[in-house]
């Protein structure tokens, strides 16, 4: 697996960090920062699943009028660990 590191720009997470395996799943998701019980929980849902897919699903996802959130960050740390 390898490990990928994040730091979400507008939201109040300061840092993303996961794990892709080979097939491109996701592992071992972690925030720091940010609404601490949500972002544990999208940790737990997507563990296991296709990133590619979990980046489509989150994408433009918005907290607070601010255009973007920590899940729409996630999908952008995606979308760069796999070259999209």
């Keep these: 697996m390898k490990q990928y590191t994040y730091s ?11 794990e892709l395996d080979d097939e491109g799943k996701i592992y071992n998701l972690q ?7 949500n972002l544990k929980a999208i940790g737990r849902l997507l563990e296991g699943t296709d990133a590619k897919r979990a980046a489509e699903i989150l994408r433009g ?10 899940a729409d960050q996630l ?7 796999l070259g999209a």
């Design 8 to 18: 979400p720009k507008g939201v109040c997470s300061t840092k993303i960090s996961y």
């Design 31 to 37: 925030f720091t920062g940010g609404c601490n019980g």
């Design 61 to 70: 996802n918005d907290c607070k009028g601010r255009g973007t959130s920590c």
């Design 75 to 81: 999908a952008r740390a995606i979308d760069e660990a």
